[in-house]
């Protein structure tokens, strides 16, 4: 059953009738309907990347300027709509795919008002995942639309997969005066793009993710739509005035938008979790300030803080790269604002032990699961099949921009790849003998 907030007053988002009736089971079941076999796993092996984890039709495959291919699998659920599965890396110096994600996909958009009058979970509490909106080719640009089979609504449009550019990849100006050939080494970057759109009430939802050709995911959800027309009553510091002089304030509120991601690096869900904190030093006398980088092996379940010079990766326990160092991805958050009205809300990063009935942030409708919410989950337990849950915040102070439509704001964070592969997935041929110290041995 879904949590009612004692405050909670559901004018702005309901939840069809028709909805209601078609989840209730399936979200007694702690599940949803999807509409493809997922590749979603347990603690067990994940499928071997070179072999399709899918049909055709749910399959995914990109291969880039400079050579790297990304493939993956998708299905689609009906509270948290896209579901990525079975993502996978293969840069053009790798004779075979890296596994690298089992499965990613929203965990929560948690969206409590200032006023404390209305609070929602928009993924687990409204008809997200039923509101798949049809995309125009006109907003899928030299991409493909796939037909997404929505229950109760059959087939929409609502799956845009296609590419963009994204700037410079790499830049080197070898030049002779440093030892270098003299020349000019430069490519532009470019990242598939997979996103979908989702309606909650006024609000709609972007879900975008962003494979890099240098081994880099991105994931943002990007909000637009309209703001609340029943919330224009923010005075008092709880809103912004919107319109002609000052007789609608609308009310501020955040957007606490949480991701669930299970790692299968190099085909297995056993990981390690690293934190690395650099602490700074102040000079003594005339020298120079000193940084230490220190390790600590997250062996535990953890509620994680984002604080300067500290950033956590994820380890795998089956590969290594051509330099004999094992593979890892760090974590790379955006720009966030927490909340702390909200035990769960709290934390920037969560690492749990995984448990089939842990799927949502907050919300989560799985009976007899030790606790509705993702802080409820951290218990000590011991790691060895991480599930990494991250929690991106925006507080919205509406402007007059906002209207009509809004102007999208996004929010998001990154994996960079870290020790993936042993150089540059992007490297020239004539400087992929560069690796380790410099060629002139100095």
Known sequence: ????????????????????????????????????????????????????????????????????????????????????????????????????????????????????????????????GQALQNLTPAECPGGTIKTVKVPDRGGIKGLCTTTRARGHAYRLNDDESTGGRGKLYSSQGKDLLVYTVNKASWYEYITEW?????????????????????????????????????????????????????????????????????????????????????????????????????????????GKNKDGHPRSYEFVPGRSSKFPGRSFTKHDVYFTEYKKCEQYASDNPSANCGGTSVDKWVSGQALTHPITWVNIGFHHIARDEDQQPMPVHWQGFSIAPRDVTAMNPLTPADLAGQNGLPVNGG
């Open 210 to 318: 962003r494979f890099s050709s240098d081994g880099t995911i991105t994931s943002n959800v990007g909000a637009t739509g309209s703001l609340s027309p029943y919330d224009y009553k923010g005075t008092d510091g709880k809103g912004w005035p919107i319109g002609k002089g000052a007789s609608a304030y609308a009310e501020s509120h955040s957007h606490n938008v949480f991701w669930r991601l299970n790692f299968g690096l190099d085909g297995s869900s056993k990981a390690k979790v690293e934190q690395y904190d650099s602490k700074v030093t102040a000079p003594s006398g005339n020298g120079a300030p000193t940084t230490r980088t220190t390790r600590t092996p997250v062996t535990k379940e953890l509620a994680g803080d984002v604080k300067d010079m500290r950033w956590w990766r994820v380890v795998s326990t089956a």
């Open 1 to 128: 059953m879904h949590v009612t907030y004692a405050n909670r007053i559901p004018r702005a988002r309901t939840r069809p009738a028709a909805v209601l009736t078609g989840l209730a089971v399936t979200a007694l079941l702690g599940t949803a309907l999807v509409t493809a076999p997922s590749a979603v796993a347990g603690p067990q092996r994940a499928p071997a990347a070179a072999t399709p984890a899918c049909s055709a039709a749910y399959q995914i495959e990109q291969t880039l300027d400079g050579g790297t291919t990304w493939r993956m699998c998708w299905h689609y659920n009906t509270l948290s709509g896209l579901v990525l599965d079975a993502v996978s890396y293969q840069p053009k110096s790798e004779p075979k795919p890296i596994p690298v994600l089992t499965s990613a996909r929203l965990a929560q958009v948690h969206v409590p008002y200032d006023d404390g009058e209305n609070e929602y979970d928009d993924i687990t509490g409204t008809d997200f």
